[in-house]
């Protein structure tokens, strides 16, 4: 095989190949094709190796994203959970303040305060002349810190005014047992304590009690709180109703045309008990009044013209 090379000058030179050259160049110019084949291909595969990792890069990022939304949403939720929590604590708190403002009020009318000399329905008067600034600008703490400071607060209010009102309402009910006054709205004394001349015999006799004339069916009324003992007739006494005050004091009204309490029956100063009458040993309508201390019969008169504590 003979192989001629030209240069650009027009030279020429002569090859003449032998069997064996010959075989070996036919191998490298048929093993030049399929190189490039194999190179091809494994760059194509890298490419398709390029292509797989780019799927999982993007399956990745797709986690991460839905990742993110679930931290977002979880974290939404959480901030509307102590939104509403933070929401119920004010209304609580809002609900106890117009409670504190309607026991003050109450408080206010039962010391008999002067209109505006003490009212829960408007905030405290304060203020002052300016003065110099004795540091920096207030910084409020956390917001949760106020409510928990608020709550203290109220809490500490309540006890104060709890306490007030449980020493008010002892008062008030020590007054209310307080024995005094007259049984009847209307009425005059018609017989004392002590020794008198009986109406139906004439006979210097003892009186237990006193007695109020007045209108037939007219006003029978307790002279302190208490519990109604007895509730019925008894002889010589007509319609009868006692009551039992505590600390040893007890009342009795007799002569009553109608009762109009029962044994067991809770009741309280100036209440209507019964209605004047003229039953039993009675000359006409009237009420006999009567005091027991310590089961003796005591002068009614010093608890009828007694003055309140």
């Given at each position: 095989?003979?192989?001629?090379?030209?240069?650009?000058?027009g030279?020429?030179?002569?090859?003449?190949?032998?069997?064996?050259?010959?075989?070996?160049?036919s191998?490298?110019?048929?093993?030049?094709?399929?190189g490039?084949?194999i190179?091809?291909?494994?760059?194509?595969h890298?490419?398709n190796?390029?292509?797989?990792?780019?799927?999982?890069?993007?399956?990745?990022?797709?986690?991460?994203?839905?990742?993110?939304?679930?931290?977002?949403?979880?974290?939404?939720?959480?901030?509307?959970?102590?939104?509403?929590a933070?929401?119920?604590?004010?209304?609580?708190?809002?609900?106890?303040?117009?409670?504190?403002?309607?026991?003050?009020?109450?408080?206010?009318?039962?010391?008999?305060?002067?209109?505006?000399?003490?009212?829960?329905?408007?905030p405290?008067?304060?203020?002052?002349?300016?003065t110099?600034s004795?540091?920096?600008?207030?910084?409020?703490?956390?917001?949760?810190?106020?409510?928990?400071?608020?709550?203290?607060q109220?809490?500490?209010?309540?006890?104060?005014?709890?306490?007030?009102?449980?020493?008010?309402?002892?008062?008030?009910?020590?007054?209310?047992?307080?024995?005094?006054?007259?049984?009847?709205?209307k009425?005059?004394?018609?017989?004392?304590y002590?020794?008198?001349?009986?109406?139906?015999?004439?006979?210097?006799?003892?009186?237990?009690?006193?007695?109020?004339?007045?209108?037939?069916?007219s006003?029978?009324?307790?002279?302190?709180?208490?519990?109604?003992?007895?509730?019925?007739t008894?002889?010589?006494?007509?319609?009868?109703?006692?009551?039992?005050?505590?600390?040893?004091?007890?009342?009795?009204?007799?002569?009553?045309?109608?009762?109009?309490v029962?044994?067991?029956?809770?009741?309280?100063?100036g209440?209507?008990?019964?209605?004047?009458?003229?039953?039993?040993?009675?000359?006409?309508?009237?009420?006999?009044?009567?005091?027991?201390?310590y089961?003796?019969p005591?002068?009614?008169?010093?608890?009828?013209?007694?003055?309140?504590?």
């Open positions: 095989m003979r192989i001629i090379l030209v240069n650009n000058r030279c020429s030179r002569q090859f003449v190949l032998s069997g064996w050259t010959r075989a070996l160049l191998i490298c110019f048929l093993g030049l094709p399929l490039i084949g190179y091809l291909g494994q760059q194509a890298e490419i190796n390029d292509g797989i990792l780019t799927e999982d890069a993007s399956q990745a990022w797709k986690k991460m994203l839905t990742d993110q939304r679930r931290d977002v949403d979880q974290v939404k939720k959480e901030s509307e959970s102590r939104l509403s933070i929401t119920l604590r004010m209304a609580e708190l809002q609900a106890r303040l117009v409670r504190l403002d309607a026991l003050g009020e109450r408080l206010t009318t039962m010391a008999k305060l002067d209109n505006g000399e003490f009212s829960f329905g408007q405290p008067a304060v203020g002052g002349p300016e110099d004795l540091g920096e600008t207030y910084q409020p703490p956390e917001f949760i810190g106020i409510i928990n400071q608020l709550a203290d109220i809490n500490d209010r309540e006890q104060q005014l709890d306490t007030l009102e449980a020493l008010m309402t002892e008062r008030s009910v020590q007054q209310d047992v307080f024995v005094a006054g007259r049984p009847v709205l009425g005059w004394m018609s017989s004392r002590g020794r008198r001349t009986d109406p139906f015999n004439a006979k210097v006799a003892w009186h237990n009690g006193v007695d109020f004339a007045g209108k037939l069916g006003d029978i009324i307790a002279v302190a709180s208490g519990v109604i003992i007895e509730s019925g008894r002889n010589g006494y007509g319609g009868m109703i006692k009551i039992n005050h505590g600390n040893g004091l007890q009342t009795r009204y007799a002569h009553n045309k109608t009762n109009l029962k044994v067991g029956d809770v009741v309280k100063k209440q209507v008990i019964a209605l004047m009458g003229s039953t039993g040993r009675s000359t006409g309508p009237h009420v006999h009044f009567e005091v027991y201390k089961g003796r005591v002068d009614p008169a010093a608890y009828i013209n007694r003055t309140h504590r």
